[in-house]
């Protein structure tokens, strides 16, 4: 299963691909960071960034895209440029017809670190450690993206897959009702 | 000059399409609403306003799109999914070369009413008056959104192409920069 998560943001949208299988750790297949000049209109800001994840859609063939739930806490007007571009991530992956799943910050920093109230720096640290990178990805957003693939696959994504082995499935061949089958059937016991 | 107002949600998105020349009252061009089923997936409701935007786009032909600002005040997850809808219409027009303005729900009141603390019931019926309708536009999301395009014509719009007038500019062939300047030139006095 190959996972592409997004740590949505109007100025830094990170992008993460890893991918995984029953019984081995799962691997990067990139990482990076979608950015879009502050000083451009919020609505082209927001065409850049539908334009990244058309990209890295193509480039990287995920079958499932996970995207951090936005909350609205804190700085008022940052979050809504962040739902903004959570909104665009989620119509250009449902549009290439792939399941989308969007996890909170406290679950992914409850799968990954086994804490969910982790900081980023112990995200950065597990993230690195999961993956054997020889450095932790930088900045924060792309290393918040694989932390979001590497929940996903754990929280749900392996366990459907494993399930579908078990039950004599082949390898989905529609990946939306598949992917949302596996995931259903992963989150009830992950 | 001919404005859509778009004020977005997940549930009911309402549309309204104004049209308005200097020295005659504005008119109604068209008016609906765009609802997605709740028991869809999100990503695939933002689907839908995509296409629903689009169409309008393309049937009517707006010079300028007006989206209402969302703020995160009360409810949060309703707020959130505001937010992806507001961003996706954003994303359309932009992709389409169209300026994409925003205005608070304050600020159309008080364009409209000449108070910006009015309720539903009184921007209602000064749309009906100003439009010259037989009756107001239900649901109130149409109603808001042909409020949000009349704001928008006497905020800025037909301000800016009187501008156009007085210094001879004919009818704007690069309908983007033209309606931004016009914009620009409106705002400051409107």
Known sequence: MRVLGIDPGLTRCGLGV???????????VAVGVA?????LDPARRLVQIERAVQDWLAEHRPEVVT???????HNVQTVMGTAQAAGVAML???????????????????????????DKR??????????????????????????????HLWRGGAAGRYADAVAGASRPTNGYAAAVAAHARGGRKA
Do not use: Y
């Not at 890893?18 to 990067?28: A, I, M």
């Not at 950015?35 to 000083?39: D, G, K």
């Open 122 to 151: 112990q995200v950065g640290e597990m993230v690195t450690r999961i993956l054997r990178l020889p450095e932790a990805p930088r900045p924060a957003d792309a290393a918040d993206a694989l932390a979001l693939a590497i929940c």
């Open 67 to 73: 995207i951090e739930r936005v909350f609205a806490q």
């Open 35 to 39: 950015r879009t000049p502050a000083e």
């Open 18 to 28: 890893v991918e995984g299988t029953v019984g081995r750790p799962p691997t990067l």
């Open 92 to 118: 250009v992956a449902a549009r290439a017809g792939l399941p989308v799943v969007l996890h909170t910050p406290s679950e992914v920093k409850a799968a990954i670190t086994g804490s969910g109230r982790a």
